[in-house]
């Protein structure tokens, strides 16, 4: 008999050899259950440290779902275009259409594995756009929307005034007709059925929202993540870096996190008032 374990390093050595048929389900099934005892050691070695629990809670998942995958073989690009062109035929664009037309027509969408950053200063409404993107994309999926400024209550008055058309002030004054009542209820029906999580944690790190996610995901087809606002994330423990060094790892976390999940991220950002005064701006 051949030794699976010395084939799954043959092949995990990249030789060029894959075998076929139950030898090769034998092989690639020894490969994945070396690769989970591997990640099995590392967790408990990373729990005996005493590191974050939700970290390497966090950790775990992506271990082991990387360890999960079947052994990697190589595949060149003229091997597959023919299957991706054929795609264009067939296939409707990947991209979700944005509530916005003219944008649409600069974007063409809100692309799976995309990060969107979008910049304004203070007061001017990112929060509005952020939750009529999440409203837009939740006709396709579930959402998960993070809103580190504003309670959930004030999220949900929010919706209730972009899908009836009630202003807000009449919310949050408690002066509603009886004809904004009628539109209220209305739309409740609508609100009920929208697959829209909304997580009104002040302090929220990457991990927090890659946990997030991925928890919603479970319960059905996840179609985006829109975090408000992207300079009040917290840093990981421990982190002392200067401010715009962790933002900027925070943007590149949400980049590979919109790649591993498939779905487009949306980062509200505030621009400085300063910068306003530039001479160049």
Do not use: C
Request: glycine residues 10%; proline residues 5%.
């Amino acid at each position: 008999g051949v030794d699976a374990t010395w084939l799954a390093d043959v092949m995990a050595a990249g030789s060029g050899w894959q075998p076929t048929g139950i030898l090769s389900r034998m092989v690639q099934e020894r490969a994945t259950l070396r690769r989970l005892e591997q990640t099995g050691m590392r967790l408990v070695q990373l729990a005996q440290a005493g590191g974050d629990p939700q970290e390497i809670q966090e950790m775990a998942r992506t271990e082991v779902d990387a360890a999960s995958r079947s052994v990697a073989s190589v595949t060149l690009v003229g091997e597959e275009i023919d299957a991706t062109l054929e795609s264009w035929e067939s296939a409707a664009p990947p991209s979700i259409p944005t509530p916005w037309v003219d944008l649409n027509e600069f974007v063409a969408g809100w692309r799976p594995g995309a990060l969107y950053v979008v910049g304004a200063r203070p007061a001017v409404g990112k929060s509005l756009l952020g939750l009529q993107a999440a409203v837009g994309l939740a006709g396709h999926g579930h959402v998960a929307f993070h809103s580190l400024e504003m309670p959930r209550a004030e999220v949900h008055a929010r919706l209730v005034s972009q899908l009836t058309g009630v202003p807000q002030a009449r919310i949050d004054r408690r002066e509603l007709t009886e004809g904004d009542w009628q539109k209220i209820v209305t739309a409740r029906g609508r609100i009920e059925s929208m697959p829209l999580a909304v997580d009104d944690r002040g302090s929220v790190r990457l991990v927090d929202i890659r946990s997030h996610a991925r928890s919603l995901a479970r319960r059905g087809p996840l179609a985006g993540i829109v975090v408000d606002y992207l300079q009040l994330m917290s840093p990981a423990r421990g982190d002392k870096r200067p401010r715009h060094e962790q933002v900027g790892e925070w943007s590149r976390g949400l980049k590979l996190l919109a790649k591993e999940l498939g779905v487009p991220v949306i980062a509200l950002a505030q621009l400085n008032r300063g910068s306003l005064q530039r001479a160049d701006s």
